[in-house]
């Protein structure tokens, strides 16, 4: 069964503190890893799509990288701005097209 | 370029009613999902509608369905409502298969 395991469930950085956040997966032949971000009260916001292992994508602050077991979110230098939640997801090479959600890193950047 | 659109934004409803949200993808976009985000869990996947078909559900009870109009729009009925139902409720669409998925702001039903 695809599982998704999401770490640590919520983290507080001084403004400027770089941090990882990090994304175990079990799934049934990895199509795809997928990093979204999702503010309170909106719906999640596509940021990384990794495919294989060794692989890493960089957008601002943020760079995402994927091994064969997990995936980290670096957060380098990171502002108030990006507080939010950021989701992982897995998409599976066979059967539905459907993603796997993790429950989230809940992260608060505080000034 | 107008983004994924859900109404209505806020529903209540009391338990043993029907609710039924609707969604309406980005223009160009065949492929529609539903999720369910509760309270303190995940996305929990529902349904996946392609090309006006249902190509994929979730771990969800008969009693949620959907459908997919020819325009691609889709609608989510939750029959028999049971407080547990009380989520936000996201659709979302995509170009094609690649799982890149673009979001509406979601519907939050609670029941009572």
């Known amino acids: 069964e695809d599982q998704v395991t999401q770490s640590p469930e919520a983290l507080r950085l001084q403004e400027g503190e770089s941090s990882s956040l990090n994304c175990s997966y079990t799934v049934s032949g990895l199509r795809g890893l997928f990093w979204y971000r999702q503010d309170p009260g909106k719906g999640p916001e596509f940021l990384f799509t990794?495919?294989?292992a060794g692989e890493e994508k960089e957008k601002e602050r943020l760079k995402a990288t994927l091994t064969k077991k997990e995936s980290f979110l670096h957060i380098t230098a990171p502002k108030p701005e990006d507080s939010a939640t950021y989701l992982c997801?897995?998409?599976?090479?066979?059967?539905?097209?459907?993603?796997?959600f993790g429950t989230g890193t809940r992260l608060t950047v505080i000034p | 370029e107008a983004g994924v659109t859900q109404s209505p934004t806020h529903l209540i409803k009391t338990r043993g009613q029907q609710a039924t949200l609707r969604c309406s993808p980005i223009?160009?976009?065949?492929?529609v999902y539903w999720y369910q985000q509760a309270l303190g869990l995940g996305l929990q996947f529902l349904l996946w509608y392609d090309e006006g078909e249902e190509r994929n559900r979730g771990n969800f009870p008969p009693r949620f369905s959907g459908r997919q109009f020819p325009n691609y729009s889709s609608e989510l009925n939750v029959n028999a409502l049971e407080l547990e139902d009380s989520a936000l409720y996201l659709c979302?669409?995509?170009?094609?298969?690649?799982?890149?998925?673009?979001f509406g702001e979601g519907s939050r039903l609670t029941v009572l």
């Open positions: 979302a669409s995509s170009p094609d298969y690649t799982g890149e998925l673009f």
């Open positions: 990794l495919y294989s």
């Open positions: 997801a897995v998409q599976a090479e066979t059967g539905a097209n459907n993603l796997f």
């Open positions: 223009s160009g976009h065949t492929s």
